[in-house]
């Protein structure tokens, strides 16, 4: 009996060394499963609201909203341009980040496999961009981009865009403007701006700081009526697939599936589910796969001009 008790607690002894080694060789080397399952994820943004107390306001609800679903605490982390919302998310310094698609397919392009997408709103595979125009120009609705290029030609005025990164208010009314107009806003108008975000370019354009300028569709809806009257409308640019809430990959499958779950469940029943979709101007969140973002790619690597 002593003789088959010490070769049991021998062989467990072995086996608990050979899981300790295997813990050390496997966990330990490979950062990948070692983040399988963080302490605390952090959340980040692209900068588009140019209100960044509102913006820790509102993804600060999301990240409560995701936190209490997963069981792991979730931090907002603001940051001040878009190019930092990518860096943190391909460094590691955040773990989740919500981008347009222009900074979704500029992660593609820095993380590769490394990146995944929880979700989209249900507005964001139909976004448009509006061209607005401050009411001295006389500009009413144009059918096209070739008529305001036409109207604009020899009257001196300036145009603004949002971030140079941001695709609601800059790549595509780009990439729309040249397509209708067979040439750049450069040759068009006196000068040519980026004013960071999309509140910015509604109020300059009303103020009269530039004449004309584009943003996307849901800045210009929630502003003031007061404001619209002076940045009205001139041109809808057609239907393409805009933000999403992507994340690291190497936060592994069974967190991944939870966060995504609890994406696609935010209904509004919940005061910090209501504030999201509020903010974000969503009736919900839908399923999403990295390849709808993969024309943004196509686009950044055959040099596209976006200004610089």
Aim: hydrophobic content about 45%; overall charge neutral; proline content about 4%.
């Amino acid at each position: 009996m002593q003789h088959r008790g010490t070769a049991a607690r021998r062989g467990f002894l072995l086996s608990a060394a050979a899981l300790a080694l295997a813990t050390t060789l496997g966990l330990g080397a490979n950062p990948a499963l070692a983040q399988q399952a963080p302490a605390k994820l952090i959340i980040t943004a692209i900068p588009d609201d140019g209100d960044a107390d509102r913006m820790r306001e509102n993804f600060g609800a999301l990240a409560r909203h995701l936190g209490k679903a997963v069981g792991i605490p979730v931090e907002y982390m603001h940051v001040e341009n878009y190019a930092a919302s990518v860096t943190a998310l391909a460094t590691g310094r955040a773990h989740i980040a919500w981008l347009g698609a222009v900074t979704t397919a500029q992660a593609r392009m820095q993380m590769g496999d490394r990146l995944t997408i929880l979700g989209c709103r249900d507005i964001d595979k139909g976004f448009v961009s509006y061209f607005i125009a401050n009411p001295s120009t006389g500009l009413g609705t144009v059918a096209d981009l070739g008529e305001l290029a036409r109207a604009a030609q020899g009257k001196g005025w300036s145009f603004t865009f949002g971030s140079k990164s941001s695709t609601s208010g800059h790549m595509m009314p780009r990439k729309y403007f040249m397509d209708q107009t067979a040439t750049t806003p450069e040759r068009v108008f006196r000068s040519v701006a980026y004013s960071g975000s999309h509140d910015v370019v509604m109020q300059m354009v009303a103020d009269g700081t530039h004449q004309v300028g584009a943003l996307n569709y849901a800045s210009w809806d929630k502003a003031a009526d007061e404001l619209k009257a002076r940045a009205p409308i001139v041109y809808k640019t057609p239907p393409y697939t805009n933000y999403a809430l992507t994340a690291r990959a190497d936060l592994g499958p069974e967190l991944l599936a939870r966060l995504r779950a609890a994406l696609l469940t935010i209904d509004g029943s919940t005061p910090e589910g209501a504030a999201v979709l509020k903010y974000l101007k969503a009736g919900k969140f839908i399923e999403a796969d990295i390849s709808e973002w993969q024309g943004y790619v196509d686009l950044l690597e055959s040099g596209i001009d976006i200004g610089g």
